[in-house]
Nanobody
Framework: QVELVESGGGLVQAGGSLRLSCVAS????????MGWFRQAPGKEREFVAT????????DYSDSAKGRFTISRDNHKDTVYLQMNSLKPEDTAVYYC???????????????WGQGTQVTVSS
């Protein structure tokens, strides 16, 4: 079993920045790939970014490319999402995810965090 706990969400003005953190505990080696997804009201959960165990491979959604950066510190069992140049359309609940493979779909996710709210005001 793996437990994921997110933090760092909040209210920010458009153009601002936030850094989300996700601390993993338990059998993290069973799902070594980490990622971030988000879900806006009335919409499906969508992929944002993912990173492999070593941090050497990352992938981003088109909306995140150039603005968001995913990273991880395995010594701290923590994955981060640095979000810059935030836009109102980035408003959503952001979920940390653990999986066995690099994936951009929710179907391949083994574990989810509880989510953290990000609200970007215009």
């Amino acid at each position: 079993q793996v437990e994921l706990v997110e933090s760092g969400g909040g209210l920010v003005q458009a153009g601002g920045s936030l850094r989300l953190s996700c601390v993993a505990s338990g059998r993290t080696f069973s799902s070594p790939v980490m990622g971030w997804f988000r879900q806006a009201p009335g919409k499906e959960r969508e992929f944002v970014a993912t990173i492999n165990w070593t941090g050497g491979i990352t992938d981003y959604s088109d909306s995140a490319k150039g603005r968001f950066t995913i990273s991880r510190d395995n010594h701290k069992d923590t994955v981060y999402l640095q979000m810059n140049s935030l836009k109102p359309e980035d408003t959503a609940v952001y979920y940390c995810a653990g999986s066995k493979i690099l994936t951009t779909t929710t179907k391949a996710v083994d574990y989810w965090g509880q989510g953290t709210q990000v609200t970007v005001s215009s």
